[in-house]
């Protein structure tokens, strides 16, 4: 007769695992906000009021409004875009321990939790290359598009502020490769791990799932506050660089193409490891379900003890069918319905937005 694998819950994370991946990658900007001495998202708005508030100062001594030109909302964008990136890797560190503890130890996603391979999420030279990367294109996008103000320190003030929104940006599309390499990361030895029984409904895949549809919707959030940005300021240029209004959407665009990426394109690996699993099980509960049917058949009740292992094998015939049951309402992705249609209704939720804010606009006069 056949084993079905019995319903379990997966072990807690070890904290000493845990509390090792935190000691070995922490970055630098979670030790800046640190030395805030306060919580990470007071330590952010702390940050991102700092530009605010000089640049409020600047603009008061030249008589400029920052809210007619909608500047006054950078500093906030900072803030956010900062607070968004460190949950996000605090996120990616939690999940890192408890993806290494569902892939077990014979599986290369182990590999990650020694010190090289973890120093990844913290590699400072890394990280900055890609923050300075990001933020001088954001800042030469800004320059080429026209910044509005005539006054030295003002530009400035602008500038800079470009050059630290993209590199947050920048710091985030780190993270958003590194999450994308360790789920691809997983081997054939993660099919091993999963369990039907989970109470996700997807294997036990679902804290991965989590994950990713968080860095998803991240990366659409600050798509669209960053289009919201470069939609309504008053670009010097506008209308007459197509190639730079070009590469602004490009910005925008990439960060839409971002979320698609890392909502999509690592749990294609995981799909083809539930699947298979799905269908291993299904057959191995099918052969399980025959060859009890056909103890069934040749019990005869009327001998001694007939009646007991006739009851007996109904029993497990009954309960191979639940397990069938349950078996064909798993999931073979790792998110429920639930977070599909969270995702993708987000995804074309800046369309009709878009639309009423265009409709709109020549009303708006603050």
Not at 79 to 103: D, H, K, N, P
Not at 257 to 279: C, E, N, Q, T
């Amino acid at each position: 007769m056949g084993e079905v694998q019995t319903q379990g819950t997966p072990s807690p994370t070890p904290p000493r695992l845990e509390a090792q991946i935190q000691a070995l990658s922490l970055t630098f900007y979670e030790r800046f906000l640190d030395a805030f001495r306060m919580p990470y998202p007071l330590g952010s708005i702390a940050f991102g009021g700092a530009f605010l508030l000089v640049h409020v100062i600047v603009a008061r001594r030249y008589g400029v409004s920052v809210w007619a030109d909608r500047s006054v909302f950078l500093g906030p964008l900072i803030a956010l875009y900062l607070t968004v990136v460190v949950s996000a890797t605090r996120s990616l560190r939690s999940f890192l321990a408890r993806l290494a503890e569902l892939a077990g130890e014979g599986s290369t996603i182990s590999a990650f939790t020694q010190q090289p391979s973890l120093k990844l999420i913290s590699n400072t030279k890394n990280v900055a290359a890609c923050g300075i990367l990001a933020g001088t294109v954001c800042a030469a996008i800004g320059v080429a598009y026209g910044h509005w103000y005539q006054h030295g320190p003002l530009k400035i003030s602008l500038f800079v502020q470009h050059v630290v929104y993209g590199g947050i940006g920048g710091i985030g599309g780190w993270g958003i490769w590194l999450v994308t390499r360790f789920v691809r990361s997983l081997d054939e030895s993660f099919r091993t791990r999963l369990n039907y029984f989970s109470p996700d409904n997807c294997g036990g895949t679902g804290l991965i799932g989590g994950l990713l549809f968080r860095f998803a919707m991240y990366c659409l959030l600050m798509a669209f506050l960053t289009g919201a940005y470069i939609w309504s300021s008053p670009w010097t240029h506008r209308g007459q660089a197509p190639l730079v209004e070009a590469l602004a959407a490009g910005v925008v665009g990439g960060q839409v193409l971002a979320s698609v990426i890392v909502f999509a394109y690592p749990v294609l690996r995981l799909h083809g490891f539930l699947a298979d699993y799905k269908r291993e099980k299904h057959e191995e509960i099918r052969r399980s379900l025959r060859r009890l049917a056909e103890r069934l058949q040749e019990i005869e009740p009327t001998i001694p003890d007939g009646r007991v292992q006739l009851e007996a094998v109904v029993g497990a015939y009954r309960q191979h069918q639940e397990h069938e049951k349950l078996l064909l309402q798993m999931n073979t992705w790792p998110y429920d319905v639930r977070l599909r249609l969270a995702f993708f209704g987000s995804l074309i939720s800046p369309v009709p937005v878009s639309a009423l804010a265009e409709t709109i606009r020549p009303y708006l006069r603050f």
